[in-house]
């Protein structure tokens, strides 16, 4: 399985990115993926989730700023996706670095974004990718 992550960079506060990050190799039919950020001295967060039925959850940091979506090809036995992160009116407390994460296995959606359960349980990881918003 490998995920491959690409968009961050630098913008200045108010502005946007989009991440992307693409998956592959991955032998299940259905995923939960997420998007986790970690600032240097903080501990990981979750920052928004999605199940590939459409479920999602934000933290409350981003909730109306952040959008999480996937794009899946059609017509193959198992999931091939490239999961995104649009950012919009940045804040300099998001500066982070920001990883991507992709298990079949289920959990609770709103807990990954609103608590320390789970956020390190994840069987596939992106290899991170820097946003940094200057004010």
């Known amino acids: 399985v490998q995920l491959a992550e690409s968009g961050g960079g630098s913008v200045q506060a108010g502005g946007s990115l989009r991440l992307s990050c693409a998956l592959s190799?991955?032998?299940?039919?259905?995923?939960?993926m997420a998007w986790f950020r970690q600032a240097p001295d903080n501990e990981r967060e979750g920052v928004a989730i999605?199940?590939?039925?459409?479920?999602?959850?934000?933290?409350?940091?981003?909730k109306g700023r952040f959008t999480i979506y996937h794009n899946s090809a059609k017509d193959t036995v198992y999931l091939q996706t490239t999961l995104y992160l649009q950012m919009i009116s940045l804040k300099p407390e998001d500066t982070a670095m920001y990883y991507c994460?992709?298990?079949?296995?289920?959990?609770?959606?709103?807990?990954?974004?609103?608590?320390?359960?789970?956020?390190?349980?994840?069987?596939?990881w992106g290899h991170g990718i820097q946003v940094n918003v200057s004010s």
């Open positions: 994460a992709v298990d079949p296995r289920p959990r609770a959606i709103e807990r990954v974004v609103s608590t320390r359960e789970g956020r390190l349980d994840w069987y596939h």
């Open positions: 999605m199940h590939t039925d459409g479920r999602t959850a934000y933290a409350e940091s981003v």
């Open positions: 190799g991955y032998p299940h039919r259905s995923a939960y």
